[in-house]
């Protein structure tokens, strides 16, 4: 006998008031069964001649954070018939009596527009509600770019729904869109709240249509100008404001028929799927197969950094971000100096900015204690080292820090790409040490991947996963090889982009090429800004493990030899004015022609899909090799590395998912003609893509196939 369907939508009563509640954990999602639910029981309580209000909430720790994301691939597929929640939300606005919504936690998408749909809502303090239906490359659907600007007014409606960031309950107020704010537990104001208005004429959020007389065309201009500028290559963010323009101009139904069609159109995009994935992958790289659940992050109250670079400030900043006080070591008092000024420095910008107050920057400032020794180190829960990137000082300082660390401490290496095993070797205890790699700046960039060596063991492993949660981050677990996941990608991907230039391509055509297909940078740009004497140290670390005779860029280390390193020194494949700000180098140029020449290396013009196929084609290729090797436990997580930590478009996916997206069997073509051009050593293709580009297979089902 098949098992009775949970029961999604209770209705109780509270003597005079009606509450009707949707249970569907983990987040009360708009599935299937909830808005019929919901609809039926506001049609029950009307019914019900001794109800004067009805509350609608969610169980749980939630209001409905929005319409079943996992549906939508369904829908799309055809197995589910389109989404059509407006008859049943209008239910609840046609209501004969007032609905009070009562929210608490989020209501985000077709949750809000859920609450829309009520003709009162009252909110926790901490609540939030919000739009982000553009961050799924998808807009409201249910009603919510019609509702919202009736209530909250055009210009907010166009902020919430064309940027998809959610806001405060006490702003929530502040707007009209909320009625109340309440203190403690939301049913039981909301109760009250209900005793209150019943009885008293209500009106319908459809039918406010005074907030609409206030658009000019203005408010739409520069809306979509700031999505192009916030959300460049995205098509959601411009469909959502064309929806809103919809609600002004047209009367409601027409309204909603239009947001209809602009949703549908984002649905069947290639955008909304990356972006789909791109949502369920950040939640996926946080589970690691093979480690039991058994296994319990340990917690982490304490920290301490060594050193205090670049590196070792962002990551000392992002402990004390997160209310974990931090010890920051520095070998001299003019090191630590410097590195407590750019801390300051950097709390001082955001505050300029608004994005943080003059008392919280001093309170997170305070738990920062700089000091030149390791007294207080024996107390950290983990302790990570940010020193230069050198074998002998790694592992110098690392027996150092054995002697002092306590039991059970966790030794994180910041190191971008050295040998974990070699660096773990330094104590006497391997299985505490773990590659912890932040990327800079480390108070702001969101990816931290961790590297387990062969010793690490699982509680480590977990706590470092944990930790990463905890400090505001997406923690991706890689295997321990030369630049992980990462950096051993990116490196096929910068020595395309440097033989083109010797080949024939400008700088700026290199850039432009990946800037257009919508890197947040161009590579020779990023190579400017990371510094090029930084990569000229990895080449020379890793140059005894290079294949001699295989091909290799001349100009990097020609330009790092003249001491141009990039935007540090106001020159490097690009010059740099004061502001840091591009532009083309003659004398690059030059170099770059005269060595291509004395190398004998024929140039030409080179079209720009050939450039974008290159470099993205050199990810892709070295990502399934990573597969192959378990380097990268799944496909998504390297899209989640690659979308946190090296500015790939989220409306791509990702390079695995953009390779997908494009089909592996045509990928593995180009790859092969590559290879006949260039050579095996640089273009063979990875084991793992031929299987799959022969036989029509993805990654996308390459991880699910792992999953089991
Ligand atoms: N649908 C399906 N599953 C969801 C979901 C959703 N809307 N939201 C979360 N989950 C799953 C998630 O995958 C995870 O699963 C578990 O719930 C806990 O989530 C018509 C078109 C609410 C702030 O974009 O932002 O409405 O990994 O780990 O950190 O106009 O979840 O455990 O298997 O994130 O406490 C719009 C998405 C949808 C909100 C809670 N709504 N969710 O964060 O938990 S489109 C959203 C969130 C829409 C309408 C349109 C967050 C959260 P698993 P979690 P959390």
């Not at 939508?9 to 954990?25: C, S």
Request: net charge neutral; with cysteine.
């Amino acid at each position: 006998m098949e098992a009775p369907m949970p029961e999604l939508v209770r209705l109780t009563f509270e003597q005079d008031v009606a509450v009707i509640t949707v249970d569907n954990p983990p987040v009360n999602a708009l599935s299937p069964g909830v808005p019929e639910g919901i609809a039926a029981a506001v049609e029950r309580a009307v019914a019900q001649e001794s109800v004067r209000a009805i509350v609608l909430t969610g169980a749980g720790k939630t209001f409905i954070a929005g319409a079943d994301i996992r549906e939508f691939a369904k829908i799309v597929s055809g197995e589910r018939p389109p989404l059509n929640l407006l008859p049943y939300l209008q239910v609840i606005e046609d209501s004969s009596k007032p609905v009070v919504v009562a929210i608490h936690g989020s209501a985000l998408g077709g949750g809000l527009e859920t609450a829309l749909c009520g003709h009162y809502r009252v909110m926790a303090r901490q609540a939030q509600i919000g739009q982000p239906e553009i961050k799924l490359g998808l807009i409201p659907g249910a009603g919510g770019t019609q509702r919202l600007p009736r209530l909250a007014g055009v210009a907010k409606a166009l902020e919430l729904c064309a940027g998809g960031e959610p806001i405060r309950a006490d702003e929530a107020v502040s707007l009209g869109i909320a009625d109340r704010l309440v203190e403690g537990e939301v049913l039981a104001g909301a109760l009250a709240f209900a005793r209150e208005i019943a009885g008293a004429p209500f009106r319908k959020t459809r039918e406010r249509n005074e907030k609409l007389r206030d658009a000019d065309t203005a408010l739409f201009v520069k809306a979509k100008q700031e999505a192009a500028k916030r959300m460049r290559g995205q098509k959601a963010p411009l469909a959502a404001i064309e929806a809103i323009a919809a609600a002004v101009e047209l009367p409601f139904a027409e309204g909603c028929a239009r947001e209809a069609e602009l949703f549908t159109e984002c649905l069947h995009g290639t955008q909304s799927r990356a972006m789909i994935h791109v949502f369920f992958g950040e939640r996926t790289v946080s589970k690691i197969p093979g480690i039991s659940t058994e296994v319990k992050p340990r917690a982490i109250e304490r920290a301490a950094v060594v050193g205090a670079g670049t590196m070792g400030t962002g990551i000392a900043m992002t402990y004390a971000n997160a209310g974990i006080p931090v010890r920051l070591k520095e070998t001299s008092e003019e090191a630590l100096e410097r590195g407590m000024a750019n801390i300051r420095r950097n709390y001082a910008a955001t505050v300029a900015k608004g994005r943080l107050t003059e008392e919280e920057a001093a309170r997170r400032l305070a738990r920062i204690t700089p000091q030149l020794d390791y007294q207080g180190f024996e107390q950290a829960d983990i302790i990570t080292e940010a020193v230069f990137e050198s074998m002998p000082v790694k592992k110098q300082v690392w027996s150092e820090l054995d002697r002092v660390a306590k039991d059970h401490c966790v030794l994180a290496t910041n190191t971008s790409g050295l040998d974990i095993d070699e660096i773990a070797s330094a104590t006497q205890r391997p299985e505490q040490v773990i590659g912890n790699h932040f990327f800079s700046p480390a108070h702001v960039m969101r990816l931290v991947e961790i590297v387990r060596g062969k010793a690490t063991d699982d509680e480590t492993t977990v706590t470092s996963m944990a930790l990463g949660k905890k400090l505001g981050k997406i923690s991706v677990l890689a295997g321990n090889c030369r630049g992980f996941i990462g950096n051993r990608m990116i490196a096929p991907y910068l020595r395309e982009a440097h033989f083109l230039v010797e080949e024939g391509a400008s700088v700026e055509e290199v850039n432009d090429a990946l800037y257009d297909f919508g890197m947040a940078m161009g590579p020779l740009a990023v190579d400017d800004l990371s510094g090029l004497d930084i990569s000229y140290a990895i080449r020379k670390e890793f140059a005894r493990f290079e294949k001699p005779g295989v091909r290799k860029a001349l100009v990097p280390d020609l330009l790092c030899e003249r001491g141009y390193f990039g935007q540090k020194t106001g020159r490097g494949w690009s010059l740099y004015d004061a502001n840091r700000r591009p532009a083309p180098s003659p004398e690059t140029a030059a170099l770059i022609e005269k060595t291509a020449r004395e190398a004998g290396i024929q140039r030409r013009s080179i079209p720009q899909k050939e450039i974008v196929e290159r470099c993205i084609y050199a990810l892709v290729n070295e990502g399934a090799r990573l597969l192959e090797e378990g380097v990268a436990l799944r496909a998504v997580d390297i899209d989640i590395t690659y979308l946190n930590g090296y500015g790939f478009p989220v409306w791509r996916g990702g390079p695995m998912f953009y390779a997908d997206t494009v089909g592996l069997k045509k990928v593995l073509q180009r790859v092969e003609e590559l290879k006949e051009q260039h050579g095996p050593d640089l273009w063979e293709p990875a084991p793992l893509l031929k299987r799959l580009g022969e036989n029509g297979g993805t990654f996308g089902q390459f991880d699910r196939d792992r999953a089991g």
